[in-house]
């Protein structure tokens, strides 16, 4: 009797364990389906919101909205393409000069750097993603614009203006170059921090065997560490044009504001982002409310849509080298 005494609390001790731990594990499901059918359904809630305020305006200009070029909330006439020019424009330029800077600034702080580089220069590169989009647009008036105006188009254009893409240096150097330049430098973080994470998940089994076999660093970061991660860096890049795409207020500020189509970066043009944050607070009419719905509408079908051609092309990466 004795011993039987002896086990059976421990029995129900084990019981009661099991039963606290298959609790919390009920709890922490419920509470992860709670967290994500409530992005499910704000997500859904932005969507519907948008797409019935669009309606008024996808009724009266259709399609054609996206080829029509006037935006005049006076006369009633409305259309997206000098703004899907901005917007792809300032993003492309943004991405190609940002996406070979980060990966090599990943690279660097991955493999290259020392660690007391590394631990210095590591957090001051996320720390340039901290600084609100407005304080770096308000630099880029102040500061930058002009030193691009005087010191960047002008050789630009005496090597490159042959071109057609960098006229002659503007005066006030707000343009879609300057924008670019600064969506640029509020990628380079994003795409840097998490190609460096990258980087250095790569087991450091497949290194050292490269490099046991007489690899060279360069040999083993073009063979072994870039073909690893290379999905991962396309989705963070993705990530940084995603960022581009939805830039409203340092673009707002350096862009310029212009309504015509140039091939030109040095002048001014305008995107989608920008304009809705530049009119949404003073609508003249129903129409124009409408009309930036209608932005907002193609601005999120094409953020979804470069989201799910990035995770596509990673899959098709993946399942090549499976």
């Known amino acids: 009797m004795s011993l039987l005494a002896s086990i059976r609390p421990r029995a129900g001790g084990r019981a009661s364990a099991s039963f606290e731990a298959s609790r919390g594990d009920l709890i922490l499901r419920g509470l992860c389906l709670g967290a994500g059918l409530l992005v499910l359904v704000t997500l859904v809630g932005v969507v519907f919101e948008i797409a019935r305020e669009a309606a008024p305006a996808i009724s009266k200009y ?13 006369t009633g006439h409305f259309g997206a393409a000098v703004l899907l020019f901005g917007t792809g424009v300032t993003s492309f330029v943004a991405l190609t000069v940002a996406a070979p800077l980060a990966i090599g600034i990943g690279l660097y702080l991955a493999m290259l750097a020392p660690k007391p580089v590394r631990t210095i220069v590591g957090p001051l590169v996320e720390m340039l993603a901290a600084i609100p989009s407005v304080v770096l647009g308000f630099w880029a008036i102040i500061v930058f614009s002009p030193f691009v105006s005087q010191h960047v188009e002008g050789p630009l254009h005496t090597i490159f203006g042959w071109t057609g893409l960098f006229g002659p240096a503007q005066p006030t150097g707000l343009s879609m170059f300057t924008a ?12 840097a921090s998490l190609s460096r994470d990258l980087f250095l998940s790569v087991p450091a089994e497949l290194k050292d065997g490269a490099e046991a076999l007489g690899a060279t660093r360069w040999e083993v970061i073009r063979g072994v560490v870039l073909p690893t991660t290379a999905s991962g860096v396309l989705s963070a890049v993705m990530l940084g044009l995603g960022r581009a795409l939805g830039e409203a207020l340092a673009v707002a500020l350096t862009i310029g504001g212009g309504t015509v189509i140039h091939a030109d970066l040095f002048q001014t043009g305008n995107t989608m982002a920008a304009l809705i944050a530049q009119q949404i607070t003073y609508i003249e009419t129903n129409l124009q409310k409408h009309a930036l719905y209608y932005l907002a509408l193609i601005l999120l079908v094409i953020g979804v849509a470069t989201n799910l051609i990035a995770r596509w092309i990673a899959r098709r990466y993946s399942a090549g080298r499976g």
């Open 62 to 74: 259709g399609l054609a909205f996206l080829g029509h070029t006037a935006w005049a909330p006076n």
């Open 180 to 191: 670019s330049l600064i969506l640029a430098v509020m990628i380079i973080p994003i795409v």
